[in-house]
């Protein structure tokens, strides 16, 4: 069980962890400087260094402005996301609304459920509802979903 490892254990498996992470980073480390040996392999060592000097002052440069800019800069300079406004759109009125089920359609699905509820009451048609719900598990539940819905005001049509 995990909460009755000994401690050397545990520290076991954080060594292990520890050590991959480690011989992952140092493979990619030798593929990037292998990769850069590869490219500079032609510079001569004063080019190469003139090079490191140009990329440090470059972005040591952007850091710099970066730095000061924070510092002297007020709320004017920073984006303003007053601008963006969403559009209102009003809903359309429910009466608007398509019908979802047509009264038909409803009245068959009452139909269905008071006569489900009828076999409720006599053995024999007790016995033929528990067959009907093995044969089709939540159909019950999906109907009185439905029927939820449809009763429901509808706020917002899309």
């Known amino acids: 069980m995990w909460w009755k490892r000994k401690k050397a254990e545990t520290a076991a498996v954080g060594a292990t962890l520890l050590s991959q992470v480690v011989k992952g980073t140092d493979l990619l480390q030798r593929k990037v400087t292998d990769r850069l040996n590869g490219r500079t392999r032609h ?15 470059v972005w040591g440069g952007y850091s710099a402005s970066i730095f000061v800019r924070s510092l002297t800069s007020g709320t004017e300079d920073l984006p303003s996301a007053d601008y963006i406004k969403m559009p209102v759109i009003p809903p359309e009125p429910a009466a608007q609304a398509p019908e979802i089920l047509s009264r038909k359609d409803r009245e068959k699905i009452r139909a269905f459920r008071q006569f489900v ?14 067959r009907f719900q093995r044969k089709h598990p939540g159909l019950l539940d999906s109907l009185d979903q439905i029927e939820g819905l449809v009763e429901q005001p509808l706020l917002f049509h899309f």
Do not use: H
């Not at 510079?43 to 002052?57: D, G, Q």
């Open 43 to 57: 510079w001569s060592n004063r080019a190469k260094r003139i090079f490191l000097v140009a990329v440090v002052l």
């Open 117 to 130: 509820d009828s076999l409720k009451s006599t053995p024999d048609g007790l016995n033929q509802y528990q």
